[in-house]
């Protein structure tokens, strides 16, 4: 009997999951008709298909009103689908288009609900038949409309979401129309008939397709580079250059010119994507975003989540450049004790768990805690933002000079979300001496993540992969059991060299 009073929750719970499962329609009423259709009259359900609505009071052909999510509900950004009202004449011309609800996370780059409603205004008077397309204005064949800054795949799962449930009502509404014609013996009706249209994010591969093979290439190459490591490591100087080289790389392409700074506001999309019904269209409208995360995803399993917070990341880059940079003026920085090093950690964990928890209640909330990354000000809106993102981001910039990685190593969620997996992954190519630790503190004093334990040990939950610590280990000029044998090999050379020395010279006393 203790459970009864819980149960008026549970049975709203389920109502509420109920309303929320696809295929129970909506109901339109007359006022929400008017936002689309100022005319509009009357509104009465159409027979046979459930969430269409004709409208009476409009001019000219018969028109339809709908809500998409009757229809289709493709993930957004936030892995829940964007809900829109619809009015469209039987022929497949929009009359109208208005949001009624998103829980997409745009406020925090500045994008209101009003720049969202100005931007599906665009779609009216355009026909459902024309292959509308986000950005497409000087390509043959497609009907192009302006897309929404620092909001690109919203933009896009808005159009697919408006323009293939127009097709399915046109359908619908052409059936339904043909099987009551059939029964009166009337004459077919002058209704649209739109072909099935290429998925959306098929334009999208081909818009960034330079991108998409440039990132490939550089992608085998880094494969290459983690397959071939104990050789690369041994060769110091041409390693170092080479990765400086990269992490310019990762800067300027995979983040200014790309905008393919991952997040953790992408993973909670990802997970609400699953929970909601898995669809890849939403996650293949970034081809660059896509292939970075199926690299990651490989990585991660390999070799762990350092792959990508030390070669992928491009906060993480301008942080290294940025610390090698002081290095190499001469200022060595200050260290945090390892004791409270270690303590410090748990703050991104934290953040992971507040993000995610904030998450299921709103994902604009959860985004709006998930500004502890500074990403977007950096790499998506370029610093075109208020001045508090803009010092937030480049104090974080400025105290890496100071101390390596700080925001990495204490303040990322990203970080903290991937480490997770890190247990499982397969390798653990880095290797490590008996001397490691006891009493060497070479590499543990050189890490700038602070992944080594004074015992010797690697964290992997915490390590870059910078492979640093892999070319002290060969180095014989600072690892100390091989400058050891290096010393003892060249006295090896000296003691050989004097000997001969000295046979010659006595061969020669004889003669």
């Not at 209101?112 to 950005?135: E, Y």
């Not at 303040?411 to 490691?436: H, I, M, N, Q, Y």
């Not at 100390?480 to 044998?485: D, E």
Request: hydrophobic fraction near 50%.
């Amino acid at each position: 009997m203790r459970d009864i009073p819980a149960m008026p929750t549970i049975l709203l719970w389920l109502a509420s999951c109920l309303l929320l499962t696809p295929g129970l329609s909506l109901a339109v009423s007359l006022t929400e008709a008017q936002r689309v259709i100022p005319s509009a009259t009357a509104v009465s359900p159409v027979n046979g298909v459930p969430g269409l609505y004709r409208v009476a009071g409009a001019q000219g052909p018969p028109v339809l009103v709908f809500q998409t999510d009757d229809f289709v509900r493709i993930p957004a950004y936030s892995g829940s689908p964007v809900n829109l009202l619809v009015g469209i004449t039987t022929q497949g011309q929009f009359v109208g288009v208005d949001l009624l609800s998103h829980q997409e996370p745009i406020l925090v780059v500045g994008i209101t609900d009003q720049h969202l409603r100005a931007f599906v205004d665009q779609l009216a008077g355009k026909q459902a038949t024309d292959r509308i397309r986000v950005g497409a204005s000087d390509r043959a064949g497609y009907v192009g409309i302006d897309g929404l800054s620092g909001a690109t795949i919203t933009a896009m799962v808005i159009t697919r979401t408006v323009t293939l449930a127009a097709e399915r009502v046109l359908t619908a509404w052409t059936e339904q129309a043909a099987a009551q014609q059939v029964q009166q013996h009337t004459a077919p009706t002058n209704t649209a008939t739109v072909p099935e249209a290429e998925p959306v994010w098929h334009w999208s591969w081909q818009q960034h397709r330079v991108k998409v093979a440039v990132l490939a290439a550089a992608l085998t190459i880094l494969l290459l580079v983690l397959f071939l490591q104990d050789w690369l490591v041994k060769h110091k100087l041409f390693f170092q250059r080479f990765r400086i080289a990269w992490m310019l790389f990762t800067v300027i392409y995979i983040g200014w010119i790309c905008h393919a700074q991952l997040s953790v506001v992408n993973l909670l999309g990802f997970a609400r994507n699953l929970a909601g019904g898995f669809s890849w269209d939403s996650l293949l409208l970034d081809p660059v975003v896509f292939l970075l995360w199926g690299f990651v995803a490989l990585s991660i399993l390999l070799w762990g989540r350092g792959v990508y917070c030390g070669w992928l990341c491009p906060f993480g880059a301008a942080q290294e450049l940025l610390s090698k940079l002081s290095r190499a003026s001469g200022f060595e920085g200050w260290q945090i004790p390892h004791a409270v090093h270690e303590r410090l950690w748990a703050i991104k964990y934290l953040l992971l768990i507040a993000i995610c928890g904030l998450a299921l209640d709103s994902m604009a909330n959860a985004a709006r805690l998930a500004e502890v990354e500074p990403f977007k000000t950096v790499f998506v809106m370029q610093f075109d933002r208020p001045p508090a993102y803009v010092f937030y981001a480049l104090l974080l910039l400025v105290i890496t000079v100071f101390n390596s990685k700080f925001y990495c190593k204490y303040l990322c969620p990203l970080g903290a979300a991937l480490s997770f997996v890190t247990r499982f992954k397969v390798f653990d190519w880095l290797r490590r001496r008996v001397e490691c630790g006891h009493p060497c503190q070479t590499c543990a004093h050189d890490c700038q993540i602070g992944a080594i334990k004074p015992t010797g040990e690697i964290i992997d939950n915490e390590c870059h992969y910078c492979l640093e610590c892999q070319v002290t280990y060969w180095d014989d000029h600072r690892c100390p059991p091989v400058v050891r044998k290096r010393k003892r090999r060249e006295r090896r050379f000296v003691s050989a060299d004097a000997v001969i020395a000295t046979d010659a010279g006595g061969y020669g006393g004889k003669n």
